[in-house]
């Protein structure tokens, strides 16, 4: 693995980064490539941000600092993202290499337009979207996504970018590529000074609200635990529709300690994590969840699922796996919230030494690297690309 030092190894390289949505409706992904954009920049790189056009775009906007970020209107169905300007703004952009990030909207289809004439390198990274629970719901989109455009995007990629060797598997299976690059995403840098205070017994969740996430059985788990006087479930996120409404009746329907607060972003978002004890995410599918990796910047343990992909976690101590039914999650809570403050801080060692060792962006910065250099060499070798 290349050593980063001083230098500049991507110096002067155009990368641009496509999403969907390049603000908070981006959810994770939307983390993920803000911290992506960061780390091309200190590498030297001259990175752009692609994408579509939505009611949050020019306040988080400033998330990427001096990164450009090129957001085209869409025309018809949110959900499908048609915007026509997005492939012809790449092609405009003069870039070196491109790099999807997430799938199964338009904007695959808009990179694979530019992959063609370009001639240039170009990355895939689905973000979990084929994992297996998601390939199996919304079957007729997708198998309409995969005929429009999806199978010739993934044909042209040069590369496919997993999060986890599980995720590589399932790239194997649905796109056929065996070119796949393994590298998880980036935390944020560290921010837990020393030895962290024993928090009150605060169980907080961030994240998209969705029926992956699997919020309902946590709250009736919470009903069900053993808490401590004053425990309470802290629930932070967006969205909407029959997930949403199914979460705030369950709340309804218990003791007062469990809440849901609507979306936090920025330091509303690291006030919560600087007070909870634990972050939870019983989740049934996760590509690689930014929310976890957040909480062990912090030196927050988690109690998470095995489908966050996560097992350093388990094997190091800063995680508790929690099951996915309330009666497993409801005997996980009790355990966790029984903790002592030297069995808990043993725990909150462990998140930092993890987010350290495995997801510290220089560590993620140096496996980029050798991906990013060598395909800076490919598009300058090669002569029938445009200038």
Same mark, same amino acid.
């Given at each position: 693995m290349p050593e980063l030092g001083d230098t500049r190894p991507l110096d002067g390289m155009r990368i641009g980064l496509v999403t969907a949505w390049a603000s908070r409706l981006g959810g994770g992904v939307f983390e993920a490539v803000v911290t992506h954009s960061a780390m091309l920049q200190r590498l030297g790189a001259s990175p752009q941000v692609f994408g579509l056009h939505d009611p949050f775009t020019e306040e988080d906007r400033a998330r990427f600092g001096s990164v450009p970020v090129i957001a085209c209107p869409v025309i018809g169905p949110r959900q499908i993202g048609f915007a026509p300007r997005l492939a012809s703004a790449m092609l405009g952009a003069n870039l070196d290499c491109l790099h999807l990030h997430g799938i199964w909207m338009y904007p695959s289809a808009a990179a694979s337009h530019w992959a063609m004439p370009s001639g240039r390198p170009y990355i895939i990274s689905p973000h979990g979207m084929l994992d297996r629970w998601i390939t199996a719901r919304g079957k007729a989109k997708k198998a309409l996504a995969r005929t429009g455009y999806e199978r010739r995007s993934w044909a042209r990629a040069t590369a496919f970018h997993a999060l986890t060797t599980s995720e590589a598997a399932n790239i194997t299976l649905e796109a056929r590529r065996q070119e796949i690059h393994v590298v998880p995403n980036a935390g944020p840098e560290l921010h837990s000074r020393g030895k962290r205070r024993f928090p009150e017994p605060v169980v907080a969740y961030i994240g998209r609200i969705h029926e992956k996430k699997n919020l309902v059985s946590l709250v009736e788990a919470w009903s069900a635990a053993q808490r401590p006087s004053g425990a309470r479930l802290v629930i932070a996120g967006w969205g909407g529709g029959e997930a949403l409404t199914r979460l705030r009746d369950v709340i309804s329907q218990g003791d007062g300690s469990a809440e849901f607060i609507g979306p936090v972003y920025g330091e509303q978002k690291q006030a919560l994590?600087?007070?909870?004890?634990?972050?939870?995410?019983?989740?049934?599918?996760?590509?690689?969840?930014?929310?976890?990796?957040?909480?062990?910047?912090?030196?927050?343990?988690?109690?998470? @699922?095995? =489908?966050?992909?996560?097992? +350093?976690?388990?094997?190091?101590?800063? /995680?508790?796996?929690?099951?996915?039914? !309330? #009666?497993?999650?409801?005997?996980?809570? @009790?355990? =966790?919230?029984?903790?002592? +403050?030297?069995?808990?801080?043993?725990? /909150?060692?462990?998140?930092?030494?993890? !987010? #350290?060792?495995?997801?510290?962006?220089?560590?993620? =910065?140096?496996?980029?690297?050798?991906?990013?250099?060598?395909?800076?060499?490919?598009?300058?070798?090669?002569a029938s690309m445009p200038r």
């Open positions: 994590l600087d007070q909870a004890r634990f972050v939870a995410l019983p989740s049934y599918s996760e590509g690689l969840p930014m929310a976890i990796l957040e909480a062990w910047a912090g030196g927050v343990p988690t109690l998470m @699922t095995a =489908a966050c992909n996560l097992p +350093e976690g388990f094997a190091e101590g800063a /995680a508790m796996e929690c099951g996915y039914s !309330a #009666r497993d999650l409801s005997a996980v809570i @009790t355990r =966790a919230l029984g903790m002592g +403050e030297m069995e808990w801080q043993v725990m /909150a060692d462990a998140a930092t030494g993890c !987010a #350290r060792r495995h997801f510290s962006p220089d560590v993620v =910065a140096r496996a980029w690297t050798g991906i990013f250099a060598p395909l800076r060499n490919a598009a300058t070798a090669n």
